[in-house]
């Protein structure tokens, strides 16, 4: 079965720092990946997707990631953190044929002034 | 273009009774699936509808349904409820249903049973 595993469940940074939140998945074909923001009280919001092409993807806010087959990994990265970045970040696979989402359990981003 | 919303935003309810949440998606989107987010469990798949049929479901208890209106509106409804299905109702909205598609989430509905 598809799974995604997020091994960092809270991550400390200070302002202006770098940040790289891991993502491993479990999928047998191509997989379809999303790393989505959720801030307290509200939704998901998507960051960025992969589907094909390109393995280094960029999104919204400045955010990049990296699509490693031979990994079986999706990271997330950001060169200079803001206080705003603080949020829950979710990685997620497409499941199979039925197409619903797998979610990892997520990270925690604390930003340090 | 407006986002999906999703009513009521909170709800306290008691153990036994039910509940219906309500989710209109974008405007031109055919596809409504509903997540539900427990700190415990993570963000879970409960079912998706597309074109007013449950296209999909994940391992939920029956007591967990819904259903979806011909503008695509979409309810899910709880019975008999328990305490642990105190969370975080998510539904997000897609375009019609070619695969991969791209997810959009309203706020949620934030469900507490006492």
């Known amino acids: 079965a598809q799974s995604v595993t997020q091994p960092d469940i809270h991550i400390t940074v200070s302002e202006g720092a770098s940040l790289e939140l891991r993502c491993n998945y479990s999928y047998g074909a191509t997989p379809y990946l999303f790393w989505y923001v959720q801030s307290p009280g509200q939704g998901l919001q998507l960051l960025l997707k992969y589907f094909s092409g390109d393995t280094l993807v960029q999104g919204i806010k400045g955010f990049e990631a990296e699509f490693k087959r031979s990994q079986s990994s999706f990271n997330l990265r950001k060169p200079s953190v803001h206080w705003s970045d603080a949020a829950e970040y979710f990685c997620?696979?497409?499941?199979?044929?039925?197409?619903?989402?797998?979610f990892g359990k997520g990270t925690k981003l604390s930003v340090k002034p | 273009k407006a986002g999906v919303t999703q009513t009521p935003r909170y709800l306290i309810k008691t153990r036994g009774q039910q509940v219906t949440l309500s989710c209109s998606p974008i405007?031109?989107?055919?596809?409504v699936s509903w997540y539900q987010q427990t700190p415990g469990q993570g963000l879970q798949f409960l079912f998706e509808y597309f074109s007013e049929t449950q296209r999909n479901k994940g391992n939920f208890p029956g007591r967990f349904s819904g259903r979806q209106f011909s503008n695509s509106r979409s309810e899910m409804n709880v019975s008999t409820l328990e305490l642990g299905d105190s969370a975080l109702y998510l539904c997000a909205s897609s375009l019609e249903g070619s695969r991969p598609n791209e997810q959009f989430f309203g706020p949620g509905t934030r469900l507490t049973v006492l």
């Open positions: 405007s031109g989107h055919r596809s």
């Open positions: 997620a696979v497409v499941g199979g044929s039925q197409g619903n989402l797998i």
